[in-house]
C-alpha cells in the first residue's frame, strides 16, 4: 500500500511543477482554518495584482507572474510542506502571511536564496540587513506600530501620557508578543503604566480578559490580535461598554471582517493600517475591467476594495517594483532570486510612482538599503464607521519613535546572528 | 502458496521466540531495513524528507510511545503534545546552554527530563482511571504549553518567545538548523526510530510489557497474581514519555528548526498521535507505524492530487481533504475497529491459508 500512495504521490508533484520560463511568486495562503476568513481576503488581492499586470501589461517587463497558490491554514507543518514544494520551481519571493511560518523560514531562505517578503508582519529585526540579508519587512513592522499607536495617544493628550493607563491584549503567540519590548520601552520614557493581558489561539473566548480590563479600567487599551480573536474582542469591549475610540488595534485587527459582526457597537473602534482603503483609487477601474468583467478575478472580486484584500494587494504592489528594479539593475528581464534581493535593496517606491501606477498615496514612501529592510515604517490610523460600514483614514503618515526602536532592533538582530553564527556584513 | 511456516524448522528456543517468525517476514524486515538505510537516503530530496519522510518517523515514534502508554497498558492520554513540548523545550535548553556535546545525547537527555514530566503527570494514574485519567492528562496538555508560553527562562528570553533551533552536527554532518541535507535530516531520525522501535518491541515482549498488559486488562487480577500497580504505570508513563519527548525533541530540532509551544504542540497534536494510534491499531508496533504513515501521507498525498493534478483551488481541495480522511477514518473503524495493523494481520493467516482456505 504504501509503495502505492509513493508512486501517486509522485505522480501528484510531477504534475505540480509550473513550467520554468516565468516569473514564480508562490502565494502561501490560508483560505481555511480558524485565520481562513482573513487570509482568503488578503490572497485575492495578492492574486489579482498579479494577474491584472498579467492582463494588462503582459507581465513585467515582458514576462509573464506566475503565482501558484499553497494552502498553509496557517499551519507552521504545512507551510514548510508548501514552501518545499514550491522552492524548485523557480520562486523567486515568499510572502507566506504568517509570523510562524516566517520564522521557520528565515533561516531556510538564506541556505535556499531566497527573498522573503513579510510586509507588516514576522520578526521585527529582520529590519536590519546586515544580519537578515534575505528577509524584507517593508514598509513597517511590529514595533513601528507599537510605537505608532502611543505617537497617536500623545497627541491626543497633549504629549503627556504619565500616569495613564494602557493595557495590551495579545494573541498568545510570537505575532503577539513582538510589541511588548516596544511597549515597555515606551512606557518608561512617557512615563504610562502598561498592563499585558494573552489570549490564547485562537480566542474565541476572552471573558476573562475583559473582565480584568473591567476592573482594572485601563485608559487605552491596544490590541494584537488576528482572526476570530479580533471579532471577540470587540465584541467583549462592547459588552463591557469599554469607549470604542479608546481602543486601538495593530493593521491585523482592523478589517471590515473584524468590526461587522459586532454591528453599531463597534462605532469608533480604531486601528492602525500602512495602506489605503476604499475602492477610490484609480487602479480599480483597471481591475474591473481587466478582471472581475472578465471574469478573471479570484473568486469573482467580491472582496475588491477590503482593508485585507487592498493589503494584499499592496504586498503585490511592492513586490512587483522590485521585479522591476531587479530588471533595471541586472539588465535582464528573467531574474533570479539573487537579482530581486538586489532589486528590494535598491528598491524606492515614491508617492510619485504610487500615483504613476494608479495608487497615489496608498502606501507610505520607501526607501531601502542594505542595512535597511524595513523602510520608514511610518503607519497612519483609521477609525471604522459603523452606520456608513467604512474605514476612514483620520491620521497622516507618522514616523514611529526611532530612538526605542532602533537600539532594540540591533539588539535583538545580534541576539540572533549569535545565536545562529552568522556575521553581519558590511554596508 | 509463498507465505507460510511449513519448512521452516526451529530447532531452539531462541529461534522460536524470535521477533519474526516467518521467514518470508524476516525478509521482508531486512529488505525494509536496507531500503530505508541504502537506498532512500541517495535518492531523497528536500521536498520528499520535509513534507513525508521526516515527518512520518517522528510521528512514528510519538505514535510508539503513546501505544506503549494507551496500547499495552491502557492508560488513556490526551497530554501527548504537552509532553512533546517538555521534549522540544528540553532539548532547546541543553542544546543551547551545552553547545559542545553531541545532539544525540541531548535528544536522548530531552528523553528522559520528559520520562521524570511524564511520571509525575502519571502518579494520579494510580487512583483514577478512563476518563478522568484522560481529564487529568489533559489538564497536563495545557499547564505545560501555558508554562513554556509563561516562563521567558524556557526560550531564553528572546522577544517573540519563538525557539530556534541553532546548527549541531552528528559526525561532522549538520541534522539541525537550515543548513541540514535531506539525507542527515532523514538518516537521524531513521536511527533513532529502528533503535527505539527495537527496543519498544523487547520490552513489550519481555516481563514489563506483560505487567502492563495485565494491567490494562484487569488491574485488579494483575495485582492478585503479584503484579505491582504503582511500578507498572509509573514505568509505562515512563519510557512512553521518553519515546514522546524524543518525538518532540525530533520534531522541534530536525524537522520545524522553529517552534512556538502553542501552534506546535497544541491539543491538535495531542489528538493527532491519539488517532494514529487508534487507527494503526492500539497495542501493537507495526500498528503506530501504519497509523503514523496514514496520517502523515494521506493529506499530503490528497493535496498532491486534488491540486497538483486535478487542479482545484486551494480552499476546496484542502475542506475536502478534511472530509476525506474524516470519512476514511470513521470507515476504517467501523470495517476494522482494531485498526490497520488488525487488517494486517487478517491478510497474513488469509494468504498462509491460500490457496486453500479450508
Request: proline fraction near 5%.
Amino acid at each position: 500500500m504504501k509503495t502505492k500512495l509513493t508512486a501517486l504521490v509522485a505522480a501528484g508533484m510531477m504534475a505540480a511543477a509550473p513550467a520554468m520560463a516565468d516569473l514564480v511568486v508562490p502565494n502561501l495562503s490560508y483560505r481555511t482554518g480558524p485565520y481562513g476568513a482573513n487570509g482568503t481576503q488578503y490572497a485575492d488581492g495578492f492574486n489579482d495584482y498579479f494577474a491584472l499586470l498579467n492582463e494588462r501589461d503582459g507581465g513585467i517587463g515582458g514576462e509573464m507572474i506566475q503565482v501558484p497558490e499553497c494552502e498553509t491554514a496557517y499551519n507552521t507543518e504545512k507551510g514548510v510542506e508548501c514552501y518545499e514544494s514550491t522552492k524548485d520551481s523557480g520562486a523567486l519571493v515568499y510572502n507566506p502571511l504568517s509570523t510562524g511560518i516566517t520564522y521557520q523560514l528565515i533561516p531556510k531562505v538564506s541556505v535556499d536564496k531566497k527573498v522573503l517578503y513579510t510586509p507588516g508582519y514576522g520578526r521585527t529585526s529582520a529590519k536590519n540587513g546586515k544580519v537578515f540579508e534575505w528577509v524584507f519587512n517593508a514598509p513597517a513592522n511590529y514595533w513601528d506600530g507599537a510605537s505608532v499607536a502611543i505617537k497617536y495617544l500623545l497627541d491626543e493628550n497633549g504629549g503627556d501620557l504619565s500616569g495613564k493607563k494602557v493595557a495590551l491584549v495579545f494573541h498568545n503567540s510570537a505575532y503577539g508578543k513582538e510589541p511588548i519590548r516596544t511597549l515597555e520601552g515606551l512606557a518608561e520614557k512617557h512615563g504610562f503604566e502598561l498592563s499585558q493581558i494573552p489570549v490564547d489561539a485562537p480566542g474565541q473566548e476572552q471573558k476573562s480578559q475583559w473582565l480584568q480590563i473591567r476592573r482594572d479600567k485601563p485608559d487605552y487599551v491596544i490590541m494584537y490580535g488576528w482572526g476570530v480573536m479580533n471579532q471577540a474582542a470587540i465584541q467583549e469591549a462592547a459588552n463591557i461598554r469599554f469607549p470604542m475610540e479608546n481602543f486601538i488595534g495593530i493593521w491585523w485587527s482592523g478589517s471590515e471582517v473584524d468590526v461587522l459582526p459586532v454591528g453599531e457597537k463597534a462605532n469608533g473602534y480604531k486601528a492602525l493600517t500602512f495602506n489605503g482603503v476604499g475602492m477610490d483609487y484609480p487602479v480599480y477601474d483597471d481591475i474591473k475591467t481587466h478582471l472581475i468583467e472578465t471574469g478573471k478575478a479570484s473568486q469573482g472580486g467580491e472582496h475588491v476594495g477590503s482593508v485585507l484584500y487592498s493589503r494584499g494587494m499592496y504586498a503585490a504592489v511592492v513586490i512587483s517594483e522590485a521585479i522591476r528594479k531587479a530588471q533595471e539593475v541586472a539588465g535582464t528581464s528573467a531574474i533570479s532570486p539573487e537579482q530581486l534581493r538586489e532589486g528590494f535593496e535598491q528598491l524606492e517606491i515614491t508617492p510619485e510612482r504610487l500615483a504613476e501606477i494608479g495608487l497615489p498615496d496608498f502606501g507610505p514612501e520607501i526607501k531601502m538599503s542594505c542595512d535597511n529592510h524595513g523602510g520608514s515604517g511610518m503607519a497612519r490610523l483609521q477609525q471604522w464607521d459603523a452606520s456608513a460600514k467604512q474605514w476612514n483614514l483620520i491620521t497622516e503618515f507618522t514616523e514611529p519613535d526611532q530612538e526605542i526602536i532602533a537600539p532594540l532592533i540591533q539588539q535583538d538582530s545580534e541576539a540572533y546572528a549569535a545565536e545562529s553564527g552568522i556575521t553581519p556584513r558590511d554596508c | 502458496m509463498l507465505y507460510r511456516e511449513a519448512g521452516d524448522f526451529k530447532t531452539s528456543y531462541r529461534d522460536d521466540g524470535q521477533t519474526f517468525p516467518i521467514r518470508l517476514d524476516r525478509w521482508g524486515y531486512y529488505i525494509v531495513l536496507a531500503v530505508a538505510f541504502g537506498i532512500i537516503p541517495f535518492i531523497i530530496n528536500d521536498y520528499w524528507a520535509s513534507a513525508v519522510f521526516v515527518p512520518f518517523l517522528i510521528y512514528a515514534v510519538a505514535a510508539l510511545g503513546l501505544n506503549i502508554l494507551t496500547g499495552y497498558a491502557g492508560q488513556v492520554s490526551l497530554g501527548t503534545g504537552g509532553f512533546m513540548a517538555v521534549g522540544a523545550y528540553a532539548v532547546y535548553k541543553l542544546m543551547t546552554a551545552f553547545p559542545d556535546v553531541s545532539i544525540v545525547i541531548h535528544i536522548l537527555l530531552a528523553g528522559g527530563v520528559t520520562a521524570i514530566v511524564g511520571m509525575l503527570f502519571g502518579l494520579p494514574s494510580l487512583r483514577i482511571k478512563g476518563f478522568y485519567l484522560a481529564v487529568a492528562t489533559l489538564a497536563a496538555q495545557f499547564f505545560l504549553v501555558w508554562l513554556f508560553n509563561k516562563v521567558p527562562w524556557f526560550y531564553n528570553y528572546s522577544a517573540s518567545g519563538q525557539i530556534n533551533a541553532p546548527e549541531r552536527t552528528v559526525l561532522g554532518w549538520a541534522v539541525t538548523g537550515p543548513a541540514t541535507s535531506a539525507t542527515a535530516k532523514y538518516l537521524i531520525c531513521l536511527c533513532f526510530v529502528v533503535a527505539l522501535a527495537w527496543v519498544a518491541r523487547n520490552l513489550t515482549r519481555g516481563t514489563l510489557g506483560r505487567k502492563w498488559m495485565a494491567i490494562r486488562d484487569m488491574d485488579i487480577a494483575a495485582e492478585i497474581i503479584g503484579v505491582n500497580p504503582l511500578t507498572a504505570k509509573l514505568s509505562a508513563f515512563a519510557v512512553s514519555s521518553f519515546f514522546i519527548g524524543v518525538a518532540g525533541a525530533l520534531l522541534f530540532a530536525v524537522y520545524l528548526g522553529a517552534a512556538e509551544v502553542g501552534e506546535a504542540f497544541g491539543i491538535n497534536k495531542s489528538f493527532l498521535v491519539l488517532f494514529m494510534i487508534i487507527i494503526g491499531g492500539l497495542g501493537s508496533i507495526f500498528g503506530a507505524f501504519a497509523g503514523a504513515a496514514f496520517m502523515v501521507m494521506l493529506p499530503v498525498l490528497l493535496k498532491n492530487v486534488l491540486v497538483g493534478s486535478l487542479g482545484w483551488p486551494t480552499d476546496l481541495a484542502a475542506h475536502i481533504e478534511l472530509m476525506i480522511v474524516g470519512a476514511l477514518i470513521v470507515i476504517f473503524l467501523i470495517v476494522e475497529p482494531h485498526g490497520l495493523a488488525r487488517l494486517w494481520a487478517l491478510t497474513k493467516e488469509k494468504l498462509r491459508l491460500w490457496p486453500f482456505p479450508h
